[in-house]
C-alpha cells in the first residue's frame, strides 16, 4: 500500500507567556492508502494540535516545522491558496463538537453545498443533489427535509452525520476525525463510528482518528500511534499493541479501561498529569508519572527504538552496557 | 412565542413612560401655571390655564385623562404658539428622520469596513490605530466638529452649506447637500462607538468551533469572514444600534440647532426656552415612543437573523 | 514586539490618565497658570487673533480665551465628579439591593422603571430636567446624574447576579453572615472594577452632556467661563473670529479622550477575555 500522509519531524510550537514552546515535538508518522491510523493519548499530549498543523489551521501564535507529505507534496510549504484547494476537498476534517462546529445561521443543506461549489465547478442544483445524496448516504431519514433545516433543529448524533456528510462531501482522500464522538452518547457513539466504517469501506479513504479511547482505536483501526507530551510513544498495528503493549504509558493507559469481565477491584490510573511544555522534565517525559522509571529515565531521554513490529520510545527495551 | 412576549414587554415599560412625562409638568416647582405665566398674568388668564392643563382636579384623575386624550393622538396645546402640539412635532418629524437615517448610513459607511478590517488584521498597527481613531471620534463634541466642518467647509471655502435646510420633496439636490455636514458631524461618534462594538464581537465569532469548520472547507479568509463570521457577529451588534437611537436623538438636539434644521430637536430646545412646557412635554413622549418602538422593531429583526428565535429557543442552543 | 503591543494597549490608558492628572492640575493652580482674570473685559482689545499677549486670542468682550479655557477645566472637572457621583449615589445602591434580593421588585418595578428611563434620549431627558429645574450649573448636574443613573443599576446589578452565587457568597451564607455585611463585604468589592470603569467612561460623557447643555445655553451661566459655553458665544462670531470656537472645544476633546482612554486600558487590563 502507498502512504497517502507522511509526517517527519513535525514540530509544532507556539508562541506564549513562557516563550516559545513546543506542543509537538518531532512526530513521525505514515498514513497508508485506506487504511485508519489511530492517534492516542490523554488530552493536552499535541493529538489535535497534530492534526491541525496537517490542515495548517492552527491559531495564528502556532508555527509548524518539519514535513508534512500530502501524495509527496510537502503541506507546510504550499501557499495558503494552494492549501484552501486541499482543505476540504483532498484532507476533510469532522471535529469533536457537533453542537458548535456548524453555523447556526445556515441550513444544514448550504453548509454542506457551500463544500461542493468551492471545489467542484458544478451548478446550484447539481450541488444542490449531491449534498441530499450526502444526507441520505449518511443515514439521515427525510434527507429533503432535513437539508433546509438549521442546526439547532437537529440532536447531536445528527448534526456529528451531517459533519460527516461535508467532510465526505468531496470524495477527500484523507479524513481527519478529531475525537469524533466524544461529545456524544455512548448508543449514538456506536452508530457513528459504524457509519465512518462502512463509508471508509465504500469509498476507501484513509482516516486519522484521534481519540482518547482505545476502546475505538480497536474497533477501528489498522495502526496506532500512541502520543505523550507532544511525542509519539509508541507504535504498532492495533492487534500487536492490545496483545503486547510496551510502552508502560500505554500498558497505564489500557488498564484504565474499565472492563465487564474484569476481577480488578480497582480501576488503575496513571498517577500525576502531562507536563505542561514549558515545563517539560529534561529525560523522559514520562518518567515522573511511570511506576518503572530508572535512574536514566530522568536524565536522559529515549529515542523512538524500531522492536519486531513495534516501535517505542522506552529506555526499558535498551540493553544498556554498564 | 418570542415575538408575543416581546410585545407584552413594552405595555409596562410604555405605561411608565406615560407616567414619568406625565409627572413632567408637575415636576416644576410651586404651581406649573404661575411658572409658566410668569407674575404678571392676570388672574383670568392664570385660571384658564389652570384649567387647560387640568391643575384643578385629582391628580389621578389628570393622568387619566391625559392617557386618554394621548390614545386619541391629542398632545394639548401649545402654551405659546396656541397650535396643537401634535401638529407641530409632525412638522417637524421628517427633517430628524432623514437626518437619522442619513448619520446611520454614513455611520455604517465607516464601520463596516474598519471594524471588519480591525478585526481581520487584529493586534496589527491597523488595528491600533483604527481602535485609537474610534476612541478619539468617540471624544469629539458633535457641536464643536460641526463648527469645525461649518468654518472649514462653508466659511473658508464655500463648499458646502451650513443651513438652508429644504424639505427633500421640494428640492432633492438642496436638502442633501444640506445634510452632509450634519450627517457627518452626528455621524462620527456613532461610527465610531459601531466599530468598537463590530470589531469586539467579529472577534468573539472568530473563535467560535464553526468557523474553524469553515475554514476546514478550503474557505478563504474573506469567505469565511463574509459568509460566516459577519452574520454571527452583527446580531448583538444590531441590538446595540437598536440603542444607539437614543443616544442620536439626543444628539440631534444640537445637531439640528447648529445648522438650523427645523427639525424635532430643535423643536424642543425652542420649547425649552419659550417655556412651552406642554410642547416640551409632548415632544418628550414621542421621542421615548421613538425609542421604545425602534428597540422593538430591532428586537423582532432578530427573528429575521437569526433562525433559532423562531422555534423559541435562546440563543444559547 | 509582544512588549511594545502590550504597552500599546495598556499605554494609552497611562496617557489617559497623564490628561486627567493634567487636567486637575490645571483645575487646582488655574489662578497661577492663567495670565489673566477670566472675566476681565477689555474693550481695547477685542476678537484679537492669536498673539504674544494673548495666545489663543480674545472673544467679544476682550477677555483672554486662554485664562477662560483654563478656568474651564474647574467647571468641567466638576461636571465630571459630580454628574457621576450623582448617578452612582443613586444606581450603585439600587442596582445591589436589586440583585441581591431578585424577585417581584427587581424584576417588575426597579428594571422596567430602568427600561423606560432609558427609552428618553439622554440629553433630551437632561434638557427637559433643566427646563423644569430651571438652568444652571447644579441643575444640568442633577439632571445629567439622574439620566446616568439606569447605566449604573444595570452594571452593578448585573455584577452582583454573577457574585450572588459564588462559593464565598453562600460559603458566608450558609455560617449566617448578614446580608448587609454580604452585600457590602463580599459582594461590592468584587463587583467594583466594572463599576470604576463604567464610571471611568461616564464622566467623558458627563463631561459632553454638561458642554452641550452651556452650549445650548441651559448649563453653567454666564460670565462664569465653561468650554461649552464659551463655544456657545463664539458660534455666532464663526466668520469673523473662528479661532475663538478652536480652544475650547480642543479642551473639551482632549479631556474626553483622557477619560475615554483611561477607561478602555482598565476594560484591557480587567477583562481577561480582551487580555492577551
Keep these: ?322 | ?317 | 514586539m509582544k512588549s511594545l503591543k502590550k504597552f500599546l494597549r495598556t499605554g494609552l490608558g497611562l496617557i489617559g490618565a497623564l490628561i486627567i492628572l493634567a487636567l486637575i492640575f490645571v483645575a487646582l493652580f488655574a489662578n497661577q497658570i492663567a495670565p489673566y482674570d477670566p472675566n476681565a473685559q477689555n474693550y481695547d482689545q477685542i476678537l484679537m487673533p492669536p498673539n504674544a499677549e494673548h495666545i489663543f486670542g480674545t472673544d467679544d468682550l476682550g477677555r483672554d480665551i486662554f485664562s477662560r479655557v483654563v478656568f474651564g477645566s474647574q467647571v468641567s472637572i466638576k461636571a465630571a465628579l459630580i454628574s457621576v457621583g450623582i448617578a452612582m449615589i443613586i444606581g450603585v445602591p439600587i442596582g445591589l439591593f436589586t440583585g441581591y434580593y431578585r424577585g417581584f421588585w427587581d424584576e417588575w418595578v426597579v428594571m422596567r422603571i430602568i427600561d423606560a428611563m432609558q427609552a428618553f434620549p439622554f440629553l433630551i431627558l437632561a434638557l427637559a430636567i433643566s427646563a423644569v429645574l430651571g438652568s444652571g450649573f447644579g441643575n444640568a448636574m442633577l439632571a445629567i446624574g439622574i439620566g446616568f443613573a439606569p447605566s449604573f443599576v444595570r452594571i452593578t446589578r448585573g455584577q452582583v447576579l454573577s457574585l450572588r452565587n459564588m462559593e464565598y457568597v453562600n460559603a458566608a451564607k450558609s455560617v449566617g453572615v448578614k446580608d448587609m455585611r454580604i452585600i457590602f463585604r463580599h459582594i461590592l468589592p468584587n463587583a467594583l472594577g466594572p463599576i470604576i470603569i463604567q464610571a471611568t467612561l461616564a464622566m467623558a460623557t458627563g463631561i459632553l452632556a454638561e458642554a452641550s447643555l452651556s452650549y445650548l445655553g441651559l448649563g453653567v451661566q454666564p460670565p462664569t467661563a465653561s468650554w461649552g459655553s464659551m463655544l456657545n458665544q463664539a458660534q455666532s462670531l464663526m466668520s469673523v473670529a473662528p479661532y475663538a470656537t478652536y480652544y475650547p472645544g480642543l479642551a473639551i476633546f482632549i479631556v474626553v479622550l483622557g477619560f475615554n482612554l483611561l477607561g478602555d486600558g482598565l476594560q484591557q487590563f480587567l477583562d481577561p477575555r480582551t487580555r492577551k
Excluded at chain 1, 184 to 200: H, S
Excluded at chain 1, 243 to 259: A, F, R, V
Excluded at chain 2, 191 to 204: D, F, G, I, T, Y
Aim: charged share 20%; aromatic share 6%; glycine share 8%.
Design chain 2, 1 to 317: 412565542m418570542f415575538v408575543l412576549k416581546r410585545l407584552l414587554l413594552t405595555i409596562p415599560i410604555l405605561f411608565l413612560v406615560s407616567i414619568m412625562t406625565f409627572s413632567f409638568i408637575h415636576m416644576i416647582p410651586g404651581d406649573p401655571a404661575r411658572v409658566i405665566l410668569g407674575q404678571e398674568a392676570t388672574p383670568e388668564a392664570y385660571q384658564a390655564l389652570r384649567q387647560e392643563l387640568g391643575l384643578d382636579k385629582p391628580i389621578a384623575w389628570q393622568y387619566v385623562s391625559w392617557v386618554g386624550k394621548v390614545l386619541h393622538g391629542d398632545l394639548g396645546i401649545s402654551i405659546t404658539d396656541r397650535v396643537p402640539v401634535v401638529d407641530l412635532i409632525a412638522q417637524r418629524l421628517p427633517a430628524t428622520v432623514e437626518l437619522t437615517i442619513g448619520t446611520f448610513v454614513f455611520a455604517l459607511l465607516i464601520a463596516l469596513p474598519t471594524g471588519i478590517l480591525a478585526a481581520m488584521r487584529r493586534n496589527t498597527w491597523i488595528d491600533y490605530t483604527s481602535s485609537f481613531i474610534a476612541l478619539g471620534g468617540m471624544s469629539i463634541p458633535s457641536f464643536w466638529l460641526a463648527m469645525m466642518a461649518i468654518i472649514y467647509f462653508t466659511v473658508e471655502n464655500h463648499w458646502l452649506p451650513s443651513s438652508g435646510y429644504v424639505p427633500f420633496f421640494q428640492d432633492p439636490k438642496q436638502n442633501l447637500l444640506a445634510m452632509i455636514l450634519p450627517c457627518i458631524a452626528t455621524g462620527l461618534r456613532e461610527s465610531a462607538v459601531l466599530m468598537r462594538m463590530l470589531r469586539s464581537s467579529l472577534l468573539e465569532v472568530v473563535n467560535m468551533d464553526f468557523v474553524r469548520t469553515a475554514k476546514a472547507k478550503g474557505l478563504n479568509e474573506v469567505r469565511t469572514m463574509l459568509g460566516h463570521v459577519l452574520r454571527n457577529a452583527l446580531i448583538p451588534v444590531v441590538t446595540t444600534s437598536g440603542l444607539m437611537v437614543a443616544g442620536l436623538l439626543g444628539g440631534l438636539v444640537i445637531t439640528e440647532s447648529i445648522f438650523s434644521i427645523p427639525g424635532f430637536g430643535r423643536l424642543i430646545v425652542e420649547s425649552v426656552f419659550k417655556r412651552d412646557y406642554v410642547t416640551v412635554q409632548g415632544a418628550i413622549l414621542v421621542s421615548a415612543i421613538l425609542v421604545v418602538f425602534v428597540n422593538l422593531l430591532v428586537d423582532l429583526l432578530y427573528v429575521l437573523i437569526d433562525p433559532r428565535m423562531k422555534a423559541g429557543k435562546g440563543a444559547d442552543s
Design chain 1, 1 to 322: 500500500m502507498t502512504a497517502i500522509l507522511e509526517v517527519q519531524q513535525l514540530k509544532t510550537r507556539f508562541k506564549t507567556d513562557h516563550g516559545k514552546v513546543a506542543v509537538v515535538d518531532g512526530v513521525d508518522f505514515v498514513i497508508r492508502q485506506g487504511e485508519t491510523l489511530g492517534v492516542v493519548g490523554e488530552s493536552g499530549c499535541g493529538k489535535s494540535m497534530t492534526s491541525l498543523s496537517i490542515m495548517r489551521l492552527l491559531p495564528s501564535n502556532g508555527s509548524p516545522e518539519g514535513k508534512v507529505l500530502f501524495e509527496g507534496k510537502n503541506l507546510l510549504e504550499l501557499t495558503e491558496k494552494q492549501m484552501q484547494k486541499i482543505r476540504g476537498n483532498e484532507i476533510a476534517m469532522i471535529f469533536q463538537e457537533p453542537m458548535t462546529s456548524l453555523n447556526p445561521l445556515h441550513t444544514v443543506g448550504k453548509q454542506i453545498e457551500e463544500a461542493i461549489l468551492h471545489h467542484r465547478k458544478i451548478s446550484r442544483e447539481e450541488a444542490k443533489k449531491r449534498a441530499i445524496d450526502m444526507l441520505k448516504a449518511v443515514g439521515m431519514p427525510r434527507a429533503d427535509e432535513i437539508y433546509g433545516e438549521y442546526p439547532h433543529q437537529l440532536s447531536g448524533g445528527m448534526r456529528q452525520r451531517v459533519m460527516i456528510a461535508m467532510a465526505m462531501a468531496c470524495d477527500p482522500k484523507l479524513i481527519i476525525a478529531d475525537e469524533p464522538t466524544t461529545a456524544l452518547d455512548v448508543t449514538i457513539q456506536a452508530q457513528i463510528l459504524e457509519l465512518m466504517q462502512e463509508l471508509k469501506e465504500k469509498t476507501g479513504t484513509s482516516i486519522m482518528l484521534i481519540t482518547h479511547d482505545l476502546g475505538v482505536v480497536a474497533e477501528m483501526c489498522d495502526r496506532v500511534i500512541v502520543m505523550y507530551a507532544g511525542q509519539v510513544v509508541e507504535e504498532a498495528d492495533v492487534k500487536s499493541l492490545f496483545e503486547d503493549p510496551k510502552h508502560p504509558y500505554t500498558i497505564g493507559l489500557m488498564n484504565s479501561i474499565p472492563d465487564l469481565e474484569d476481577e480488578r477491584e480497582y480501576l488503575e490510573t496513571i498517577p500525576g498529569s502531562v507536563p505542561l511544555t514549558h515545563q517539560m522534565p529534561k529525560g523522559c517525559r514520562f518518567a515522573p508519572r511511570c511506576s518503572k522509571a530508572m535512574p536514566v529515565c530522568h536524565e536522559h531521554p529515549p529515542e523512538l527504538l524500531s522492536l519486531d513490529d513495534h516501535k517505542c520510545r522506552c529506555w526499558l527495551y535498551v540493553e544498556v552496557d554498564e
